[in-house]
């Protein structure tokens, strides 16, 4: 019997799932062989289906298309497509943080 995850356990395991895409796309990016990079391409992308980690459709899309233009020799229009898939991922795994506006009674001099 497989014991329940709450929210926070299904949370923290989509987060690592794009964290791993993240690193797959990196990894690919290398001068790693082209099947080598649609495989962990894959899995990556897998692993963030499986835990319903929410890749947004941008991101996905370049996996894609790098993924076929690996699959023909095109490894320059491959490494384009992750280059822009690794910083549309860095926007997501790291949203701007807007402090919220002081009011007169958050500050204290003093004291």
Known sequence: MKPELDEKSFQQLRVTALEKLDNAVCTALTNIEAEQAR??????????????????PHVLACVEAADDHFGYSERMEARTLLTVAHRLLARVQRPMVVPSPSTPGDVVLGG
């Open 39 to 56: 495989k962990i391409l894959a899995e990556a992308v897998a692993d963030c289906v499986a835990t319903g980690a929410v890749v947004p």
